[in-house]
């Protein structure tokens, strides 16, 4: 069994920063990509960014130039750190890891989601 736990969400104005951290426990015996994806009232899930293993990033366009993923693989941890915030980023925001568990199966994991509110 793996979990996946978000932390850092909140509220904050136009213009501000929050930085999301996501750690991933459990039968792990590796984890290849990591990712942010979020879903806005009213609207479909969405991708944010997503990095893998060796460290390629990719994010979705609406994001691009403020937001920055990141990970730690020793920490099994993946980060968001999001800048110039807009009210349409306001969404809660889900972490997924894809997980080779310990025996060896790849199973897509997701977390419970972490509230992010901004304010105009």
């Known amino acids: 069994q793996v979990q996946l736990v978000e932390s850092g969400g909140g509220l904050v104005q136009a213009g501000g920063s929050l930085r999301l951290s996501c750690a991933a426990s459990g039968s792990i015996f590796s984890i290849n990509a990591m990712g942010w994806y979020r879903q806005g009232p009213g609207k479909q899930r969405e991708l944010v960014a997503t990095i893998t293993g060796s460290g390629s990033t990719n994010y979705a366009d609406s994001v691009k130039g403020r937001f920055t993923i990141s990970r730690d693989n020793a920490k099994n941890t993946v980060y968001l750190q999001m800048n110039s915030l807009k009210p349409e980023d306001t969404a809660v925001y889900y972490c997924?890891?894809?997980?080779?568990?310990?025996?060896?199966?790849?199973?897509?994991?997701w977390g419970r989601g972490t509230q992010v509110t901004v304010s105009s």
């Open positions: 997924n890891a894809d997980v080779l568990t310990i025996p060896s199966v790849r199973i897509q994991y």
